[in-house]
Structure formats: structure tokens, C-alpha cells
């Protein structure tokens, strides 16, 4: 055996030992699934019928909101159980958040643009361009507790008209100023979120024709801009929400729960690919999935945050 190799032995042997002193080390799961789903609860198809639903987004009485992209609608599910239609012309709308005074903002990613849609049904243009140039297509979208707003913008497949020069996430101050760009190194960031004390904004990194795969947490600064990133779980998303204890549910094949130390709790199988989650109903406790052609709902023993 030759020297060389002997080394390179004794080095394999020590990141072997090193990887699993680190493994042994990192804090196993809280959680399991029986903490986290009501007791012989299931998931249930709530309505079918859609093209591709998306950017589910929860109002102060329970009710859920979501959009189907590709016929340009959103749709209000109630806490009643009745599905109506919100707008018959929703810009191609996307991710969508209420903010703290009832205002639904919307990603209108046909209209490559961010909006506000008043309590009165009134429209407002919050964003359409940065530094001179249009937006790509608004993805997601999340208001911090001081009336600030983020949201990705990136361009899947088509990219005929783009204007910027990549694909960012950005922060709308609450002051009126002019829009800031607060992520520049992702590939494809998608889906947005912030906690609820406006201290940490998740963004998922979800582009599967580029192969960028990871969800990132960040600090929020007291300007807006984002600090410390760090691995939140290791995959991407298209959405994703958090529970009452900082558990935070990306989709994939399925909804997949990780803890806020990034261990994977589970695993929850929907009928199709989800795009997106959010908790809703009076009490918050049930979890609603946009799902291609359908919306789902799973009972929970959990709150959203």
C-alpha cells in the first residue's frame, strides 16, 4: 500500500468519524405525526375542477382565498364550506397575503405585477418595475407586522419580455420609498413567508429545471434587508406555511413538515402535486393544499402561527 493511499485512508476514516459525531450530535425530531394530524383525520377533496390552483391566503374570519393561474380567477372557500368566486379577473394571480388591515395583496404574475385589493374591492398597483424595468412574473408574497412587503419574482419556462436581470426577491418599505431588491443569489426563488414577529423570512430556492433545491431562512433587519441566511430544510417549494410552534410545511410530492431545526418530521401524501398551503377555518387548525386541479383540506392538532 503506498503512501499516498494510507493517507488518503486515514483522512476518509476521519470525515467518517467527524460526519457521524456531527449526525449523533444534531437534536432528534419534536415531533411526530400524531402531534401534528387529528387523530383519523384524512385528506379530503374540497373542490376539483381547476387548472392550476395556487396562493392560498387566509382572512381574520378563517376563510381561505386562492387563485387558479391559468383561467385568471381567484376563489374564496368559507368557513361555511362554500366555494364563490372572488375576482373573475385576477391578473393571473398568484401567491396572495392579508395584511394586517385586511388587504389582500396579490402577485399578478400575468400582469407582471404586485397589487392591493381593498376591503371595497378596489385594485391599487403597490409594484410593477424596479430600477427602471418590469417585474418578471410576482410569485409569492408575505407583509411583515409593520406593513412592509416581500415577494419573489422569478420566470419559470417562458421567458419572452424579461426585463430584469435575474430572478430576486424584493421588499416594498411600508414608507412609500422605492422598492428594494433584498436576494440576488438565488436561482429561482418561489415561495415566500415570514414568522410572525417579523424577525425571520423564509424563501424557498425551488427551480426543478435548474436544479436549485433548498429553503433559506434569513434575519430581518430594522430596515427591511435580510441578514444571516442559513439552511432552513434542505429542498425547495413552491409555498409553504408555519404551524404555532415554528414547524414549517413545504410541498413536494407532498407536504413535507420539518422542524425549526431542519429535521424532517414527515411527510403528508396528497392525491396531486401541492403547490401551496395555508392554515385556515375559525380556529386555524385545519390545513388547506392547493393542488393542481383541486383544493384539498387535512384536520390538524395544530394552529397556524
Not at 486515514?10 to 470525515?15: G, N, P, R
Not at 421588499?171 to 415570514?194: F, H, K, M
Not at 417579523?198 to 436549485?212: E, F, I, M, Q, W
Request: aromatic share 8%; glycine share 10%; proline share 4%.
Amino acid at each position: 500500500m503506498s503512501r499516498n493511499h494510507s493517507v488518503r485512508t486515514l483522512f476518509a476514516c476521519f470525515t467518517l468519524v467527524m460526519a457521524l459525531q456531527v449526525a449523533a450530535q444534531k437534536p432528534a425530531a419534536k415531533f411526530v405525526i400524531s402531534d401534528l394530524v387529528a387523530t383519523g383525520a384524512t385528506v379530503v377533496k374540497l373542490s376539483d375542477g381547476f387548472i392550476f390552483t395556487e396562493g392560498p391566503a387566509v382572512d381574520i374570519d378563517g376563510n381561505v382565498y386562492f387563485s387558479d393561474v391559468q383561467t385568471s380567477k381567484a376563489y374564496k372557500w368559507s368557513v361555511d364550506g362554500e366555494l364563490t368566486t372572488f375576482r373573475e379577473q385576477s391578473g393571473g394571480s398568484n401567491g396572495m397575503y392579508f395584511d394586517q388591515t385586511g388587504n389582500l395583496l396579490v402577485c399578478e404574475s400575468g400582469e407582471r405585477r404586485v397589487t392591493r385589493v381593498s376591503i371595497d374591492g378596489s385594485v391599487s398597483v403597490l409594484a410593477d418595475s424596479y430600477d427602471g424595468k418590469k417585474l418578471n412574473s410576482p410569485n409569492d408574497i408575505w407583509a411583515d407586522p409593520n406593513g412592509g412587503i416581500y415577494f419573489s419574482d422569478p420566470r419559470f419556462r417562458d421567458q419572452t419580455g424579461v426585463e430584469q436581470d435575474g430572478h430576486h426577491v424584493y421588499y416594498i418599505p411600508s414608507d412609500g420609498t422605492l422598492i428594494q431588491r433584498v436576494v440576488d443569489n438565488l436561482e429561482a426563488p418561489n415561495g415566500v413567508l415570514g414568522t410572525a414577529d417579523g424577525s425571520k423570512l423564509y424563501v424557498a430556492d425551488h427551480g426543478p429545471d435548474t436544479g436549485s433545491e433548498m429553503t433559506y431562512v434569513y434575519d430581518i433587519q430594522s430596515d427591511g434587508r435580510l441578514g444571516n441566511r442559513q439552511i432552513a430544510a434542505p429542498q425547495g417549494s413552491d409555498g409553504m406555511t408555519l404551524d404555532e410552534h415554528g414547524n414549517l410545511y413545504l410541498t413536494s410530492e407532498g407536504v413535507d413538515i420539518y422542524t425549526q431545526s431542519g429535521n424532517k418530521i414527515v411527510s403528508i401524501d396528497i392525491p396531486e402535486r401541492p403547490t401551496n398551503v395555508v392554515f385556515g377555518g375559525v380556529d386555524r387548525k385545519t390545513l388547506f393544499i392547493t393542488a393542481r386541479t383541486g383544493i384539498y383540506s387535512l384536520k390538524m392538532m395544530v394552529r397556524g402561527q
